[in-house]
């Protein structure tokens, strides 16, 4: 414990003689108060970067070039628009660009209906439409902007109120038997549709898939939908009144990022399996036509014969438009696959886009069943980038006024 000049400070860390009391922790001649590294000896107070800390303990070298092209302040590798002054970093679209180099303002609204242009082109809206579907009902407000039939789910459970029965009961959408009682809380003794839901490569069971069961109940005069979603290991039950069940149907099965899927069934005892189902994942080539696909009825409700008798759903009219967007590179395809599900058709119906006539429909089984179809459409010189218009027309049977009656389950567009 020497301190030779007895002012507290042991000779080991004091380094002027004197008796005056110098703190000087390293011992580098250097008084801790004007020391810039007052923990580690550095006689020579090297200080490359002029921050006020030593080299020797300074971890980061500021004196590396930092780029800063526009001097704002901002380093360019974190500067959301490195060749513009922008201090205030404002981003309003929040796509990691910007605001004063942003020549696209991704929150920009053209038709002014309460939707971005980028999320109409996203759900298969016309983003210079403000009522894609021609119901009255803007479609930032529409919550089915895509169907002229529908526009409030008030309980938010995917069914619109118009063919809800229940349409504040987020729980219930049916009351098949007509008691009053949600079929869901209250079930009845009918017939039980059964299935498991897995994806396809994997064979692992999909949870959370919905599967629906679209009916028409004459008593009560609706078109009620029986949903239900898949448990942890895929499987779904659904139970219907057997006098409401055609003797052909479809159930339809959907998934978050799955391409929709339509199953053809038949009526045929109290048990009912649909068996292992698999989605396939959505995929570049796959263009999606309804986000929820649903049963669609098209015609006069004037019918007879084997090819339709019966039907799921009341008659929508003569005709079935919808919207679809496309890409840059999707819309210069000269030939496109219209994929779906349909009974009843027994003449050449028209598909058209965007008014051009693209191709006709063909007739599905003589017995009244489901059969799966991919229409070949001829769409050279027809496609847009972004917002395109496919109408499904029912034509005339050539006898009195009656057009066909036929129904059907859009799965989407494939291309080659």
């Known amino acids: 414990q020497l301190d030779t000049d007895n002012d507290g400070l042991g000779d080991v860390c004091d380094a002027i003689d004197d008796s005056i009391v110098i703190l000087d922790g390293d011992a580098d001649g250097i008084e801790d108060s004007l020391d810039n590294c007052a923990a580690t000896s550095n006689a020579n107070q090297l200080d490359t970067d002029n921050d006020g800390l030593g080299d020797v303990c300074d971890a980061t070298d ?58 109409e082109l996203e759900l298969g809206l016309d983003p210079q439409n403000p009522d894609t579907d021609a119901d009255g009902v803007p479609d930032g407000t529409d919550q089915f902007p895509n169907d002229p039939q529908a526009s409030l789910d008030s309980d938010n459970d995917g069914v619109s109120d118009e063919r809800d029965q229940f349409p504040n009961d987020p729980n219930e959408t049916s009351d098949l038997n007509g008691d009053g009682l949600g079929d869901n809380g209250n079930p009845f003794d009918g017939i039980v549709i059964n299935g498991v839901v897995i994806e396809q490569g994997t064979a692992l069971p999909l949870a959370g898939a919905q599967v629906s069961l679209e009916l028409v109940n004459t008593s009560s005069d609706t078109n009620p939908v029986v949903l239900t979603e898949t448990d942890a290991e895929g499987g779904f039950a659904l139970v219907a009144a057997q006098d409401l069940i055609p003797e052909s149907f479809v159930i339809v099965i959907t ?112 017995d009244g069943s489901y059969s799966l179809q991919s229409l070949l459409l001829r769409t050279s010189g027809i ?34």
Do not use: M, Y
């Open 383 to 416: 496609l847009l980038e972004g917002a395109n218009v496919l109408t499904i027309e029912s034509q005339s049977t050539n006898v009195g006024n009656d057009i066909d009656d036929f129904e059907f389950v859009i799965l989407g567009i494939s291309l080659l």
């Open 62 to 119: 500021d004196s590396i070039v930092i780029l800063d092209g526009d001097a704002d302040g901002i380093e360019d590798s974190l500067d959301n628009c490195a060749a513009t002054s922008n201090a205030n970093q404002l981003d309003t679209d929040n796509d990691g660009l910007g605001d004063v180099c942003d020549t696209t303002d991704e929150s920009a609204d053209a038709d002014g209906d309460g939707l971005s242009d980028d999320i």
């Open 255 to 366: 998934a978050d990022d799955f391409q929709p899927i339509a199953i053809p069934l038949t009526n045929v005892n109290e048990f009912i399996t649909a068996g292992e189902i698999a989605l396939t994942a959505i995929s570049d080539n796959f263009v999606g036509i309804e986000v929820l696909p649903s049963v669609h009825h098209l015609g006069d409700d004037s019918f007879t014969g084997s090819e339709n008798s019966q039907f799921q759903r009341n008659t929508e009219g003569s005709q079935l438009v919808r919207s679809f967007n496309l890409s840059s590179e999707q819309a210069l395809s000269e030939t496109l696959f219209f994929n779906w599900v349909a009974k009843g058709i027994q003449i050449p119906n028209t598909l058209s886009i965007n008014g051009s006539f693209v191709a006709s429909s063909q007739n599905t089984n003589s």
